[in-house]
């Protein structure tokens, strides 16, 4: 599966709708040059007129059946995103919980992958010194919180 940065409909999904219509269209421009982005992938483009210098895209799957390769495509947007950060010399990044809304992943699994492919990279990577979590509800927090708790 590939996003197309250049339809129009980017700017009415979720989370990628809200940063483009609060980045401007600095965010789109850059995105069409990009040539798409994959699956499980993570690209980089400027934070328009957000706080943020940078705004890494990552596409997370679409939840069938969890059998599809769906969970190896979740942790690899978390980890690309990651890998896209060091490479350009970003030290914090935030996240949402991919793939949680209209690509229905179950959210106590999607928090589990993302909790820890995070803490997993960050055991083997210097450079990031924060990741946050910007999670919408509390049934979603409370996911990712009890994720959090698991690890060691």
């Known amino acids: 599966m590939r996003k197309d940065f250049g339809s129009s409909a980017i700017e009415t999904m979720g989370v990628d709708g809200a940063i483009h219509r609060a980045g401007g269209p600095a965010i789109l421009e850059e995105c069409r040059k990009l040539g798409g982005c994959a699956t499980g992938d993570a690209k980089i483009t400027t934070g328009g007129k957000l706080p943020a210098k940078y705004v890494i895209h990552t596409v997370g799957p679409v939840y069938r059946d969890g059998k599809h390769g769906e969970p190896e495509l979740l942790a690899s947007c978390h980890r690309r995103s990651l890998e896209v950060a060091l490479e350009n010399g970003v ?48 049934e979603v927090y409370a996911a990712f919180e009890k994720a959090r708790s698991t690890l060691r």
Do not use: K, M, N
């Not at 990044?93 to 992958?113: E, L, N, Q």
């Open 91 to 138: 030290r914090t990044i935030a996240f949402p919980a991919i793939s949680c809304g209209v690509y229905g992943y179950p959210i106590s699994d999607a928090a589990r992958i993302a909790v820890g492919t995070v803490a997993e990279f960050l055991q083997g990577h210097e450079g990031i010194d924060l990741v946050r979590f910007v999670l919408f509800g509390p």
